[in-house]
């Protein structure tokens, strides 16, 4: 069997069995299976395989047809700048999140010595994709999963990066001030959970639902933000497209100046909120978690 034969096998089998982009996961399962460049895959694509490489593939070609995500088969993924390790112990990042991190680089522009906090931060992507972008900037993370926390610090490790990690439940304990919060909270309406693709079932459950329109999480952080930004600080949110125009009209009746911006897609996925300073920073919210 030649590469372009395994690689042709590999597509279909995943095709049949749903995966949403099957010739993409079947090559990247190749090059990773078989310790293949793009271009070697391509000048040896007539090269006979050997039987133990083939049994690799197949092996994960096996899970990926079981819907196993491709993340968690590859281990790492390249991601905002950064690589991260990716297993079921945190959401894996995805694609339309590195918006979120290009949206908060940008507001971080005029800012020499930034203090960042990202809530919920899973495997550390945007904490750690801030950190490798701004390598001046003080970056705080939290995630109310000890086991997310953890992985989180294992890819800062993979990166040679510094960032603060606490566990709390939002900001709840967590002492400012930030000039600029950005979260990728749980945003799904409680309802999807019937309908989701078989590979976000991997994710876990706290990473997903928001509550019943799934703005819960979302609510309260606004809630604390106020307490822990400086004046004119920014509060940074990636929602369901679904909510966030609707999102940042409750933003803006509560005293934030806040907007949209749209993903890639065109979707109006993203929150862009500054806070007035009305009610000003007046240190940790609340108490610390035991
Ligand atoms: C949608 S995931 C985002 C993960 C990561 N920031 C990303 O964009 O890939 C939401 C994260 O929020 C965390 N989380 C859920 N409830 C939380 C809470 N009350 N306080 C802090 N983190 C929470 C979850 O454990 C999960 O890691």
């Known amino acids: 069997m030649t590469l372009r034969d395994l ?4 597509a279909a089998q995943l095709g049949a069995a749903g995966v949403p982009s099957p010739e993409v996961d079947a090559r990247a399962l190749l090059l990773y299976a078989l310790n ?3 271009v070697s895959l391509l000048t040896r694509a007539g090269a006979e395989v050997e039987a133990a490489d083939e049994a690799r593939f197949e092996a ?6 079981a819907r196993v995500p491709l993340q968690y088969l590859l281990g790492e993924v390249e991601w905002g700048g950064v690589r991260l390790r990716c297993d079921a112990r945190a959401l894996v990042p995805r694609p339309e999140t590195e918006w979120l991190l290009h949206l908060t680089l940008e507001a ?5 010595a930034p203090r960042v906090l990202d809530v919920g931060t899973g495997t550390g992507a945007l904490a750690l994709g801030v950190k490798a972008a701004r390598s001046g900037a003080q970056v705080t993370a939290t995630d109310l999963s000890p086991e997310a926390l953890t992985l989180a610090r294992e890819n800062a490790a993979l990166n040679g990066l510094e960032v ?7 900001l709840t304990g967590v002492p400012g001030p930030f000039d600029l919060i950005v979260s990728n909270p749980p945003y799904l309406p409680d309802a999807d959970r019937e309908d989701v693709q078989p590979e976000v079932t991997h994710d876990p459950e706290l990473a997903l639902y928001g509550g019943p329109d799934g703005l819960g999480l979302a609510r309260r952080l606004a809630a604390q933000a106020t307490g822990v930004l400086v ?5 940074l949110l990636e929602l369901d497209p679904r909510n966030a125009t609707a999102f940042a009209a409750e933003l803006r009746a509560q005293g934030w100046a806040a907007g949209t911006a749209a993903d890639l897609t065109g979707r109006e996925r993203f929150v862009t909120a500054q806070w007035s300073g009305a009610a000003q920073w007046s240190g940790a919210v609340g108490s610390a978690l035991p």
């Open 60 to 65: 994960l070609i096996a899970r990926r047809a």
């Open 36 to 38: 293949l460049s793009p």
């Open 231 to 235: 004046p004119g600080g920014r509060l």
């Open 7 to 10: 690689l042709r096998r590999g």
């Open 164 to 170: 603060t990690w606490v566990q709390a439940d939002l």
């Open 108 to 112: 971080l522009r005029p800012l020499a």
